[in-house]
């Protein structure tokens, strides 16, 4: 040490200790890394190292005192963050490289600055027991790997001092690497003895190697050969031999070399693409993998020299980025189109990792980099953001994904990526040494870069949406590859066997990318929450008040009007909602707030209507239990979206003016189809259903992507079978003392088909055993309550289900308990259950032989509207044709407010609305059905064109005897099938039947309800026309309401008429009613003479016309123009002529036949009149 102070005793105190503190680093960290034959002391390398240190620094700059002498091994155990040293910097030049740098990627920030000063060795990893290529920095302590910008087969061994470096810590520990800014500075003076390496022979060029490969002369001696690189491929390790392999070019000629030797290894880091180099030693041999290739390979005795620069690729590797011939040529019968990819060099930025592990980035923030298809590489080279990178022949692909930038550079095995300057920015690096998921599904399923960008994006949805609540980490992988077979379906997505050694030296190049799909797969996997968003905005932006209305709008008072508006419907399918057709991916689970089947996201629930299309009643085909859990796939569905406004709008005029809605809110779900769902991962009982026979191993394995629901130990349940009879609606009730206010329930009607039965583990879905089908048949009442209301869109009437009491050996659990008869009253109601929350309920799908197929039989429309002995609570099934919301009763009912209702607040109150339901045979029944839906959760679907059963509604005969169904708390309305709805066909699909008039008014059973007739017009009875104030409906003359008590400020009318006339059809006449548009359409006026008519009314307010014996007449004026004009035009021919309509009844029972007195001359006849039929005429066929 004295030795070594003794030559800077003339420098301060401080320099005197930053002495001491090298001197001691260099005795016990480099000095023993000095071979002892040199006769290095611990002074003189300490001098050497000051000296070097000075150099750099600048020798009138005094010593650095304020840098730290550091080991490898201390920066790699206390070194936690990135950070970068320099001794060339000043503090200014630092600044302002961290302020560039920070300029131009903003979202990050510059390494932070230490003075820390490294030597160390330069070794390829040799000394640490590996040759992975990997050049390292080792001291007596420790090694770190390095990434150098450019290096040289001559550092190798030598004690190096480093200027400046960058050190990027990593998330394992003892993993970070050192990035070398500038090269190192040799601090050992020995002398670099030349060393050719093995034999000295004449030096060959790429021409005359090429020729040696030809010749197939066996036993040639070491070459040696010059050229310049063209490719340098990347490290390869292949049955745990490390090889790489660079190709020589010279003149249109080329030859491969493969270097596979252990010590050549860290070569890959001295050459790069455009050098010059010779490589002595080389020997010829032939691949093993490509048949009658010849190569050459390194010796033990190889040196690589690299050649005096002569010209620095010259060529702007940026200017090529546009693909020139690039051929499209669809593939045959898809329409899928495949392109030929280019091979470009390029050199830009990496501004973003886009994922590391599947190796992705983005360069100069517009193009990717796809780096899949080459290994994974174990130190991450510098691939940070910040980095100036160059690549060469990566392949240039245009479009290969919606999901990734328009650009994406791929590179294969061909391509070589250089960093050209480390990124001056602090940055995540997470890097795993191995191949990840996805890089090892690109193996496995040899996957194309379109293919393989769309797994990444779908792996990324997946991680988000699903994981951990539904798919573990290390699942998502195969749920996205289960995803990417689905989208890419048939298509031919694995290409033929791939041969690396083909890729790296064939010519001309052939490899997985060569060719590319031009964006497909273009499937877009939307989350539950952005369809719910689309949803929610189309709803209002598709709203057209006009379209919402009838073409007899004008004629609508105020309060029909706004009754009109209150509730709409609006219907997408879901391959409309955006071009590159989304796909929805979610889980079904069952919920109990709205007693729904929903399809979730960890973003958000929809609620679903599960219908099937099939009309054969198979019992298959609704949605069953096991559903519940699965993870599916909807390409296809219906998205319904209902609103619901509170509007004040005085008349249709008004429409355009937004200020009258006063309060609007809609509700949107989803309309699926069963056979439209794509199981992704089936839940276990789904994949039990799948495999009947249990067999010992099945391609599905349950639930694996699943977060395990918890360890399978075996407990005891209870279970009994049970066949479903009747199921009632939901409906709000008192709740129990536990849950305060009111609960949703319903009430189910069930045969237990056996015993209840005791297990070791649960049968949970399995198949029925005999001895379950032991005991006596009971009908009892299931009763659900509060959360068991989830179970509600899984239970069907007919079908049949195993109801399991888990962790009980106790049979008399799931006995049903009749109530006790009290006072000696008998109890008329079955004995009951209360189903509990921790139950389970599972379908069984299999047919058992003696379970007569019950499903109840529904009347038919027809037969509720014409059976006189139909019972008073009807259950029927028939098509919704027309929905129409009831005005709010007066607070005349007590509001309920209701769960449902306070959850989401504003919601409908006190909404009843009425249904016209038409039978399904025949059209020409039909029967109104009042449904109050605000007694239980919201009953989704009932829409017009949806395919109904309604159960449980009281019939009932109003004083006109028209039949029509009331809805009862115990009611039920399900959907039952959509395809009208969903195929958009429209609604009222056939015309109502031909009818005669004397065959309709006789009255027989079954006639119908609404009918088309043919025949003549007699006589206009009566013909009323008037302007009515469209708030009060008074009469309304020129301006102003003619009400005056209270008086009426209204100044919107609207004008209506109606008129009552006689047709015959030769059969039997019959008396039709006409309102507004068709009293248009009867007087045959065209759009002026019908308003130049509604001008001359407004003078009055009103005017009625009727017969008087032959003539027409008026009771105030009949002098008037107009009263005399319209007797004049109900007589005429225009009117009174052949006639084609559509009418509905007016009342489905005519009343008793009348006797009257007739003369004729001098005699009195007394005649049976059936009192004619009273039709509404309904639409006037133009002729
Ligand atoms: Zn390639
Ligand atoms: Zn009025």
């Known amino acids: 040490m004295e030795e070594?102070?003794?030559?800077?005793?003339?420098?301060?105190?401080?320099?005197?200790?930053?002495?001491?503190?090298?001197?001691?680093?260099?005795?016990?960290?480099?000095?023993?890394?000095?071979?002892?034959?040199?006769?290095?002391?611990?002074a003189r390398l300490s001098l050497a190292v000051v000296s070097k240190v000075q150099t750099l620094v600048g020798s009138d700059a005094g010593l650095p005192v304020s840098y730290r002498f550091v080991s490898v091994s201390e920066l790699i155990r206390d070194q936690r963050t990135a950070c970068c040293s320099s001794l060339r910097w000043s503090s200014a030049h630092y600044q302002e490289q961290a302020r560039g740098a920070e300029l131009k990627l903003p979202a990050y920030k510059a390494l932070p600055r230490d003075n820390l000063l490294l030597i160390g060795c330069l070794c390829d990893g040799r000394a640490a027991g590996t040759s992975d290529g990997v050049w390292r920095v080792r001291d007596a302590g420790g090694s770190v790997a390095c990434a150098m910008l450019k290096s040289s087969c001559l550092w190798l061994g030598r004690l190096m001092l480093f200027p400046s470096w960058n050190y990027i810590p990593h998330n394992a520990p003892a993993a970070g690497y050192l990035e070398l800014l500038d090269p190192p500075v040799c601090v050992t003076l020995e002398a670099m003895a030349f060393d050719p390496g093995g034999a000295l022979s004449e030096v060959l060029s790429v021409t005359q190697a090429a020729e040696l490969l030809r010749q197939r002369c066996e036993g040639q001696g070491c070459v040696c050969v010059s050229g310049q690189v063209s490719v340098v491929c990347p490290l390869l390790l292949i049955r745990g031999k490390q090889f790489f392999c660079l190709v020589l070019r010279e003149e249109g000629c080329s030859v491969p070399v493969f270097i596979t030797e252990a010590k050549h290894q860290f070569w890959r880091q001295c050459v790069c693409v455009g050098q010059s180099v010779w490589i002595s030693s080389l020997r010829v041999c032939s691949l093993q993998g490509l048949e009658g290739q010849r190569v050459l390979t390194d010796s033990c005795q190889s040196r690589l020299h690299p050649q005096p620069q002569l010209q620095e690729s010259c060529e702007d590797p940026d200017t090529h980025t546009d693909s020139t011939s690039a051929d499209t040529h669809p593939c045959s019968g898809s329409g899928v189109r495949v392109k030929r990819s280019t091979l470009i060099s390029f050199k830009g930025t990496v501004t973003k990792i886009l994922n590391a592990e599947a190796g992705l980035y983005e360069l100069d923030g517009q193009a990717g980099l796809c780096l899949?298809?080459?290994?994974?590489?174990?130190?991450?080279?510098?691939?940070r953001p910040g980095a100036e990178i160059q690549l060469h022949n990566v392949h240039f692909l245009y479009r290969a994904s919606p999901f990734a930038p328009h650009v994406v550079l791929c590179a294969c095995l061909r391509s070589s990526l250089q960093v050209t300057a480390f990124s001056r920015l602090s940055s995540e690096v997470e890097v795993s040494g191995s191949h990840g998921p996805l890089r090892c599904l690109l193996l496995e399923k040899n996957l194309g870069a379109s293919q393989y960008l769309w797994l990444c994006y779908c792996q990324n949805a997946i991680a988000e949406r699903l994981c951990p609540r539904w798919v573990r980490a290390e699942r998502v992988c195969v749920v996205a590859e289960r995803l990417l077979d689905f989208v890419c379906d048939a298509e031919p997505k694995t290409q033929k066997k791939r041969n690396i050694y083909r890729e790296m030296i064939q010519e001309p190049h052939q490899c997985p990318v060569t060719t590319f799909c031009v964006w497909w797969p273009s499937a877009a996997l939307w989350s539950v929450r952005q369809l719910s968003d689309w949803m929610r905005r189309e709803v209002w932006e598709s709203l057209s008040l006009p379209s919402l209305l009838p073409p007899s709008a004008a004629h609508m008072t105020a309060l029909e009007l706004n009754a009109a508006l209150s509730w709409s419907v609006h219907q997408v399918p879901l391959t409309d909602v955006s071009p590159e057709s989304p796909l929805l991916v979610g889980v079904l689970e069952l919920d109990s707030t709205h007693a729904t089947l929903q399809l979730r996201d960890q973003t958000h629930a929809l609620n679903c209507l599960c219908v099937s299309t099939h009309q054969s009643g198979a019992r298959t085909a609704?949605?069953?239990?096991?559903?519940?859990?699965?993870?599916?796939?909807?390409?296809?569905?219906?998205?319904?979206?209902?609103?619901?406004?509170?509007?004040?709008?005085?008349?249709?005029?008004?429409?355009?003016?937004?200020?009258?809605?006063?309060?609007?809110h809609c509700r949107v779900y989803l309309q699926l189809c069963v056979e439209d769902l794509t199981i992704i991962s089936p839940s276990a009982a789904m994949s039990r259903r799948e495999r009947p026979s249990d067999g010992p191993e099945s391609a599905k394995r349950p639930r694996a992507d699943a977060a395990p629901e918890r360890p399978l130990t075996p407990a005891a349940c209870v279970s009994v079978l049970l066949r479903l009879e009747s199921k009632q609606g939901v409906t709000l009730q008192n709740g129990s003392a536990q849950a305060l206010g009111l609960q949703s329930c319903f009430v189910c009607r069930a045969v237990c088909l056996g015993d209840v039965q005791s297990w070791s583990r649960d049968p949970t879905n399995g198949r029925t055993q005999e001895h379950e089908r032991h005991g006596d048949t009971q009908r009892i009442d299931l009763h659900f309550m509060g959360?068991?209301?989830?179970?509600?869109?899984?239970?069907?009437?007919?079908?049949?289900?195993?109801?399991?009491?888990?962790?009980?050996?106790?049979?008399?659990?799931?006995?049903?308990?009749?109530?006790?008869?009290?006072?000696?009253?008998?109890?008329?109601?079955?004995?009951?259950?209360?189903?509990?929350?921790?139950?389970?309920?599972?379908?069984?799908?299999?047919?058992?032989?003696?379970?007569?197929?019950?499903?109840?039989?529904?009347?038919?429309?027809?037969?509720?509207?014409?059976?006189?002995?139909?019972?008073?609570?009807?259950?029927?099934?028939?098509?919704?044709?027309?929905?129409?919301?009831?005005?709010?009763?007066?607070?005349?009912?007590?509001?309920?407010?209701?769960?449902?209702?306070?959850?989401?607040?504003g919601v409908e109150q006190d909404l009843r609305v009425r249904l016209t339901v038409q039978d399904a045979d025949g059209p020409g029944h039909v029967i109104d059905v009042y449904v109050d839906l605000s007694c239980g959760p919201y009953s989704l679907g009932l829409i017009a064109g949806a395919t109904v059963s309604v159960h449980h509604v009281q019939r009932r005969v109003s004083r006109a005897c028209n039949v029509y169904c009331r809805s009862l708390p115990i009611s039920c309305v399900s959907v039952t099938d959509l395809t009208s709805v969903c195929s958009r066909s429209g609604v009222a699909p056939s015309p109502p039947p031909m009818m005669l008039l004397g065959e309709w008014a006789s009255g027989r059973a079954q006639c119908c309800v609404l009918a088309q007739v043919k025949g003549h017009v007699v006589c206009v009875l009566s013909l009323r026309l008037q302007w009515t104030c469209s708030l009060c409906g008074s009469i309304f003359r020129q301006t102003s309401c003619g009400r005056t008590h209270p008086p009426c400020d209204s100044t919107s009318a609207v004008f209506q008429a109606e008129a009552k006339v006689v047709v015959e059809d030769g059969s039997a006449d019959a008396h039709v009613w006409f309102s507004s548009d068709a009293v248009c359409d009867l007087l045959k006026l065209n759009a002026g003479q019908w308003e130049g008519l509604q001008r001359h009314v407004k003078v009055k307010g009103h005017v009625k016309v009727y017969t008087r014996g032959r003539n027409m007449t008026c009771d105030e004026d009949p002098d008037d123009a107009v009263v005399q004009y319209l007797s004049r035009l109900c007589s005429s021919t225009a009117v009174c002529r052949p006639i084609h309509l559509t009418c509905r009844l007016r009342a489905q029972r005519t009343g008793k036949s009348q006797l009257r007195k007739l003369h004729r001359g001098q005699t009195e006849f007394i005649c049976k009149f059936t009192p004619s039929l009273q039709l509404h005429c309904k639409h006037v066929h133009t002729q």
């Open 622 to 664: 609704h949605i069953n239990t096991a559903w519940q859990g699965c993870l599916v796939c909807v390409q296809r569905c219906t998205l319904v979206m209902e609103r619901f406004m509170k509007t004040q709008f005085p008349s249709w005029k008004h429409l355009d003016q937004s200020t009258y809605i006063k309060h609007k």
């Open 372 to 383: 899949a298809y080459q290994p994974a590489q174990k130190c991450c080279g510098g691939l």
């Open 787 to 905: 959360s068991c209301v989830r179970w509600f869109p899984v239970l069907h009437p007919g079908c049949v289900y195993r109801l399991i009491a888990r962790n009980t050996e106790d049979v008399s659990v799931l006995q049903a308990k009749g109530v006790p008869a009290r006072g000696g009253v008998t109890q008329l109601s079955s004995p009951a259950l209360l189903v509990q929350p921790q139950w389970r309920i599972h379908s069984i799908t299999e047919e058992l032989a003696d379970v007569q197929s019950a499903v109840p039989v529904l009347m038919s429309v027809s037969e509720v509207l014409h059976s006189s002995s139909a019972p008073e609570i009807v259950s029927f099934r028939g098509v919704i044709t027309q929905r129409i919301t009831l005005q709010e009763d007066n607070g005349t009912k007590p509001r309920i407010q209701s769960l449902t209702a306070a959850e989401d607040a």
């Open 4 to 42: 070594f102070l003794k030559h800077f005793n003339s420098d301060s105190r401080a320099e005197q200790r930053w002495l001491s503190a090298v001197y001691e680093a260099v005795q016990q960290q480099l000095h023993p890394l000095i071979d002892v034959s040199l006769g290095l002391s611990v």
